[in-house]
C-alpha cells in the first residue's frame, strides 16, 4: 500500500477519534444537535446517504427524521430545513444569522474565496457589492430601458424559428435558440452588446466556459475531498482544471468585454448618461475606489451563471410542461389572442392583463424550480434553531421544493395546474409573500434578479405559444421529463426536440 495513502489514513483515524471525543464531550456539555442518521467516524453520514443530495433525496430524509434534520458529511455539517415555518425562520426571522454562504473547495475557486456577491459571507463586502449592482441591475429603470431588446430578441427567435423549415415537421431543439437569446438579454444589460448567430466565435467561447464552470462547480464528483479534507491531495487534478476554467474565463470576460466597453467610453467625448450599461456604472464603483478589478469580473461571472442559466432552465421547463399539457397551452394562447387581438405581440406592460400568462409561470416555478435547494445559506458563529444546537459555518439548505410541493399544503402539488393560483392559490405569488412558495427565496439573501427573470419569462414564453402551435416530436406523444440536479440546481434531463407549427394569423 502507498506509503502516503497509509499515513493519510492513520491520520483521518487519529482525527475521527478527536472528532468522536469532541462530539461526546460537546453532548456533555447539553449540546442539543438536531436529529439525523447515526454518523460514523471520518465518513459521517456520507456513506449511507450518499452524493446525491437533491431535493427530492433530501425529502425523504426529511419525512424519516423530521422538518429540520443534520447530516454530517465528512468535516462538513449540513442541516435541512423542510417547512415554511422552519424556512422563515432561517430566511426572515434570524435571516443575519443564516445570511452567510458556504464555501467549498471548488467555489472558493471560482469566487475567488467569496471576493463575488452571490457566494460570499453576510458583512460589509456583501452589503457593498448588492448595493453597487443594484442600480445597474435590478430596478423597474432597468426593465424599461431594457424591455424593448428583450422584447427584439424574442421576435427574433420567432423569426428564425419559422425560417426554418425543420421547426415544422421534425421538430428542432429549441433550448439551442432560446440560450443564445438568454446571453443576449444579459449581455444587453452588461455591455450592450448582442452575438448575431449560434455560430459566433466569442458566443461558442463564452458558452463553453460557462458550461464548463457550471458542470464544475455542481457536479458531486469533488464531494469526497472537500468532505474529507485528507482525501484532499486526490483532487489535485479536479482542481487544477477548475482554475484553469476560471482564469481563462476572467481572461475572457476583460479582454473582449470590460476592455473593450473601456475602450469604447474613453473614445466619447461627452456625457452619455442616457446610454449607460451595467458595465459603466460598475466601473464608476471601481474608479472611486468602492471595489477592485476582480470585484468587476466576479460581478460578471455572477451574472453570467445566476441570471442566464436559471432563467433558461425556467423557459424550458415551462414549454416542455406547455407540450406536455396541451389543453393548458391552448387556454394560454386563447387568453393572450382575446386580451392583446389576434397576431398582436406580448410586451412587458402587457404582464399585468395577462393573469394566465402569469399563472402558468408561477406553475412552472413551483414544480420545476430552477433552484430548488435554494443558494445554500451558512450560519458563521453557533446558532439555535427549532431549540437545537446549529454548529458554526454549518451548510444550511431551505428545501424550497418541497414547502411548494407538500401535499399538506398543496392540493395535489404534483399535477402541473396553472388554474390553483387562481383558486385555493390566489394570493400566493412568486415574490416570497408565502412562506410555502420561495422559487426566488425571501429575506436578505433573495434573489434581486427576480425583476427581470419575470418579465423575461412572460415575454419569451408568451411570444413562442402566440406564433406556434407547440408539440412533441413525430412518433412521441409526450417530452421526456425527467430530471437532473446538481449541488443545488434542478433543469432538465434532455434537451427536448420540439415542434413548432407556426399559426396562420
Ligand atoms: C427564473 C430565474 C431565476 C431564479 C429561479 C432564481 C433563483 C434564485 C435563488 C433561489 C437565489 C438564492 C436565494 C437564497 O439564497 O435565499 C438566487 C440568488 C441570486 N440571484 Fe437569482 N434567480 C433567477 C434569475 C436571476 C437573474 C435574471 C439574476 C440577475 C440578473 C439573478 C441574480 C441573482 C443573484 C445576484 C443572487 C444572489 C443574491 C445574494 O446572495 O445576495 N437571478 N436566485
Redesign the pocket.
Known amino acids: 500500500m502507498d506509503l502516503l495513502l497509509l499515513e493519510k489514513t492513520l491520520i483521518a483515524l487519529f482525527l475521527a477519534v478527536v472528532v468522536a471525543i469532541v462530539i461526546a464531550k460537546l453532548k456533555g456539555k447539553k449540546f442539543k444537535l438536531p436529529p439525523g442518521p447515526i454518523p460514523v467516524p471520518v465518513f459521517g453520514n456520507w456513506l449511507q446517504v450518499g452524493d446525491d443530495l437533491n431535493h427530492r433525496n433530501l425529502t425523504d430524509l426529511a419525512k424519516k427524521f423530521g422538518d429540520i434534520f443534520l447530516l454530517r458529511m465528512g468535516q462538513r455539517n449540513l442541516v435541512v430545513v423542510s417547512s415554511p415555518e422552519l424556512a422563515k425562520e432561517v ?1 426572515h426571522t434570524q435571516g443575519v444569522e443564516f445570511g452567510s ?1 458556504t464555501r467549498n473547495v471548488v467555489f472558493d475557486i471560482f469566487t475567488g474565496k467569496g471576493q463575488d ?4 459571507v453576510y458583512g460589509e463586502h ?1 452589503r457593498k457589492m ?1 448595493r453597487i ?1 443594484t442600480v445597474p ?2 430596478t423597474n429603470k432597468v426593465v424599461q430601458q431594457y424591455r424593448f431588446g428583450w422584447e427584439a430578441e424574442a421576435g427574433s427567435v420567432v423569426d428564425d424559428v419559422k425560417k426554418n423549415p425543420e421547426s415544422a415537421t421534425n421538430g428542432i431543439v429549441l433550448r439551442k435558440r432560446l440560450q443564445l437569446m438568454m446571453y443576449n438579454n ?1 449581455y444587453r ?1 452588461m455591455f450592450d452588446r448582442r452575438f448575431d448567430s449560434e455560430d459566433d466565435p466569442l458566443f461558442v467561447k463564452l458558452k463553453a466556459l460557462n458550461g464548463e464552470r457550471s458542470r464544475l462547480a455542481q457536479s458531486f464528483e469533488y464531494n469526497y475531498g472537500d468532505f474529507i479534507p485528507v482525501l484532499r491531495p486526490f483532487l489535485r487534478g479536479y482542481l487544477k482544471i477548475c482554475k484553469e476554467v476560471k482564469q481563462k474565463r476572467l481572461q475572457l470576460f476583460k479582454d473582449y468585454f470590460v476592455d473593450e466597453r473601456k475602450k469604447l467610453s474613453s473614445t466619447k467625448s461627452t456625457d452619455n448618461e442616457g446610454l449607460k450599461c451595467a458595465i459603466d456604472h460598475i466601473l464608476e464603483a471601481q474608479q472611486k475606489g468602492e471595489i477592485n478589478e476582480d470585484n468587476v469580473l466576479y460581478i460578471v461571472e ?2 453570467n451563471v ?3 442559466e ?2 433558461l ?2 423557459i424550458e421547463w415551462g414549454i416542455a410542461e406547455l407540450v406536455n399539457h396541451p389543453e393548458i397551452q391552448n387556454k394560454l394562447r386563447t387568453e393572450l389572442d382575446t386580451v392583446l387581438g389576434p397576431g398582436v405581440q406580448v410586451t412587458e406592460p402587457d404582464m399585468h392583463k395577462l393573469p394566465y400568462l402569469n399563472a402558468v409561470i408561477k406553475e412552472t ?1 413551483r414544480l420545476r ?3 430548488p435547494l ?4 451558512m450560519n458563521l458563529n453557533q446558532a439555535k434553531l427549532a431549540g437545537y444546537d446549529i454548529p458554526a459555518e454549518s451548510k444550511i439548505l ?1 428545501n ?1 421544493w418541497w414547502l411548494a410541493n407538500d401535499p399538506a399544503h398543496w392540493k395535489k402539488p404534483e399535477e402541473f395546474r396553472p388554474e390553483r393560483f387562481f383558486e385555493e392559490e390566489s394570493k400566493v405569488e412568486a415574490n416570497g409573500n408565502d412562506f410555502r412558495f ?13 425583476i ?2 419575470l418579465p ?2 412572460a415575454i419569451t414564453i408568451g411570444r413562442l405559444v402566440q406564433n406556434f402551435e407547440l408539440l412533441p416530436p413525430p412518433g412521441q406523444s409526450k417530452l421526456d421529463t425527467a430530471e437532473k440536479g446538481g449541488q443545488f440546481s434542478l433543469h432538465i434531463l434532455k434537451h427536448s426536440t420540439i415542434v413548432l407549427k407556426p399559426r396562420s394569423v
Open positions: 430566511l454562504r456577491m452571490v457566494f460570499t456583501w448588492r449592482m441591475f435590478f444579459m444589460i455572477n451574472i445566476a441570471a442566464i436559471t432563467t432552465w425556467s416555478l424550480m430552477a433552484i435554494l443558494v445554500p445559506h431551505v424550497a420561495l422559487p426566488f427565496g425571501v429575506g436578505r439573501r433573495a434573489c434581486p434578479g427576480i427581470l427573470a423575461i419569462l
